[in-house]
C-alpha cells in the first residue's frame, strides 16, 4: 500500500501564476482533504471532496479551488498567487474518521 | 481559523525522561487525534480516541480524551532521540457517514538529550 501520495514535492511559482497540485490516496480511501500549513502553524483545513463534490470548506478564499476524480484522486488549484501562499500543502484520505496525510508539497511564491 | 491551545511551543527533556502534553478548545470535539511531524514530512497519526474519558495506549505513547470532550493529553514514557518531532493535536466532529474537517492546534517541537 502506498499511502497517499503528492506531487510535485516541492514547487517554485511567480506572483500572480497558477498552479495546480496532485493527491492519490490511501487505497481503499473515499474522501480527500487539503490543508495548508504555514511555517510554524498546525494545518489549517482548506476543503474536503467527496464522491466528487466539495462537501466541506474552510476559510479560504475562491482563489482555492480543487477536483476529485471518479478513480478518488484530488487536484488543488490557486490561482492569481500571492507571497502569502508559500507553505507546506498537505493533502489527507480517509475512509472513516482517521485521516491520513502525504508528504506535502512545499510551494513557494516569489 | 480556529486553532487548539498547545503550549509551551518547545520541550526539551533528557532520553528516558517521560513528558506529558496536553491540548485544549474552547469547543466540544468527538474525536481527538494525535499526529507526529518530522522536518520534510507529512504529519504521522499516532493515536485516535474516540470517547470522553477513553485512555489508549500505542507502545510508549498513551493519550486520553478528557471527559469534557473539550480536552486531551499525551504521554510518552521513556524517551528515546527518535521521539523527536512537532507532536500536534487534532479535534475532529464525526457525524455518522460523513468525515468532518480536523482542527490543529500548533504543535509542540519535542527535544531529546541524549
Known amino acids: 500500500d502506498a499511502g497517499v501520495t503528492q506531487s510535485p514535492t516541492h514547487l517554485i511559482k511567480t506572483r500572480g501564476q497558477q498552479v495546480t497540485l496532485r493527491c492519490s490516496p490511501k487505497?481503499?480511501?473515499?474522501?480527500v482533504s487539503w490543508y495548508q500549513q504555514a511555517l510554524g502553524q498546525g494545518p489549517q483545513f482548506i476543503f474536503q471532496?467527496?464522491?466528487?463534490?466539495?462537501?466541506q470548506r474552510g476559510n479560504f478564499p475562491d482563489r482555492f479551488s480543487g477536483h476529485q476524480f471518479p478513480n478518488y484522486s484530488s487536484e488543488l488549484n490557486v490561482n492569481a498567487l500571492l507571497l502569502g501562499d508559500s507553505a507546506l500543502y498537505l493533502c489527507a484520505s480517509s475512509l472513516l474518521g482517521e485521516a491520513f496525510f502525504g508528504q506535502g508539497t512545499r510551494l513557494t511564491v516569489v | 481559523g480556529q486553532q487548539l491551545n498547545q503550549s509551551p511551543q518547545s520541550m526539551f527533556i533528557q532520553e528516558g525522561e517521560d513528558v506529558s502534553m496536553n491540548c485544549t478548545s474552547s469547543s466540544i470535539f468527538n474525536t481527538w487525534l494525535w499526529y507526529k511531524q518530522e522536518p520534510g514530512e507529512g504529519p504521522v497519526l499516532l493515536i485516535a480516541?474516540?470517547?470522553?474519558?477513553e485512555l489508549t495506549s500505542n507502545g510508549r505513547l498513551t493519550a486520553q480524551f478528557g471527559i469534557t470532550r473539550k480536552d486531551s493529553f499525551l504521554n510518552i514514557s521513556a524517551s528515546i532521540p527518535s521521539d523527536v518531532g512537532i507532536y500536534f493535536c487534532?479535534?475532529?466532529?464525526?457525524?455518522?457517514?460523513?468525515?468532518?474537517?480536523?482542527?490543529f492546534g500548533k504543535g509542540i517541537t519535542l527535544s531529546v538529550r541524549p
Open positions: 480516541l474516540y470517547k470522553a474519558g
Open positions: 471532496y467527496y464522491e466528487e463534490e466539495e462537501r
Open positions: 487505497s481503499g480511501h473515499d474522501t
Open positions: 487534532a479535534g475532529q466532529l464525526l457525524r455518522i457517514g460523513a468525515n468532518s474537517k480536523l482542527t
